[in-house]
């Protein structure tokens, strides 16, 4: 998709609302490829130079979310594109699979998900 004021605009509120939905608190977006190299090195770490494969990429350390614009076809893919990177923040101990893309379609329809909390490993 072409990444016009309109487009990022649209794109930044769908953030706010997903990650209040999500109870997460909101990421710093990037949307293209050079603003992930412009940012410091470390905050990339192991996803920097590879992210323009992907249709969106987590930086979970650092609260980051790379949606990769240009190379998303649609806004289909794009609604899920940023519901499965903030399902990634709000679970970031999950990996990919059935759970992970159940919570996906429950947020693309409007589930809300109560805060996150470390649970104590003796508990
Ligand atoms: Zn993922």
């Not at 997460?24 to 190299?37: A, G, M, R």
């Not at 412009?38 to 987590?58: D, F």
């Not at 970031?92 to 409007?110: D, S």
Request: proline share 5%; no cysteine; glycine share 4%.
């Amino acid at each position: 998709m072409r990444l016009d004021p309109e487009l990022k605009l649209q794109i930044l509120e769908k953030i706010g609302i997903y990650s209040s939905r999500f109870s997460i608190s909101e990421p710093q977006i990037l949307l293209s490829t050079k603003e992930v190299l412009e940012i410091p090195k470390e905050m990339t770490e192991g996803r920097r130079t590879s992210a323009y494969k992907y249709y969106g990429v987590s930086y979970l350390q650092h609260n980051l979310v790379f949606i990769n614009v240009r190379k998303i076809p649609d806004e289909k893919i794009l609604e899920n594109t940023i519901v499965h990177e903030l399902i990634h923040m709000r679970f970031p101990y999950l990996a990919h699979g059935k759970r992970f893309n159940k919570l996906v379609r429950q947020g693309l329809k409007g589930k809300t998900f109560s805060p996150y909390r470390k649970r104590n490993k003796t508990t």
